[in-house]
C-alpha cells in the first residue's frame, strides 16, 4: 500500500512563504503524475497543483505565480514552495496522485495563514 508522509505545514504572516514535503513510499514513484491538494472545514478537497511525469505543471488561478511544484524522483518526494501567502490558503494540505484513481489519504500538513 502506497504511504504518504506530508510535512513542512505551520504558522505563518500574510505575505510569507512555506514549503511542503510529501514522501512517498511503496511505489514507482516516478510513473505517476503527482498532485498536491488542500482542505478547509466544511469545503471539498480541491487540487492545488499537479505535476505529470513530464514535469509539466498545472495550478489553479488563486495560486499562480505564488505556488511552485516541484519532484525529486531519486527521493520520491513532490514539494511545494508557498510564497506570498494569503489568508485564504490556510488549510490541511495533502499529496496525491495528480490524475487518476486516487490512494489513500496520509495525514496532511496544516498550513495556518494569519497575523
Known amino acids: 500500500q502506497v504511504q504518504l508522509v506530508e510535512s513542512g505545514g505551520g504558522l505563518v504572516q500574510p505575505g510569507g512563504s512555506l514549503r511542503l514535503s510529501c514522501a512517498v513510499s511503496r511505489i514507482m514513484f516516478s510513473i505517476y503524475s503527482m498532485g498536491w491538494y488542500r482542505q478547509t472545514p466544511g469545503k471539498q478537497r480541491e487540487l492545488v497543483a499537479r505535476i505529470q511525469t513530464t514535469s509539466t505543471t498545472f495550478y489553479i488561478d488563486s495560486v499562480k505565480g505564488r505556488f511552485t511544484i516541484s519532484r525529486d524522483n531519486a527521493k520520491n518526494t513532490v514539494t511545494l514552495q508557498m510564497d506570498s501567502l494569503k489568508p485564504e490558503d490556510t488549510a490541511v494540505y495533502y499529496c496525491?496522485?495528480?490524475?487518476?484513481?486516487?490512494?489513500?489519504w496520509g495525514q496532511g500538513t496544516q498550513v495556518t495563514v494569519s497575523s
Open positions: 496525491n496522485r495528480g490524475l487518476g484513481n486516487l490512494w489513500a
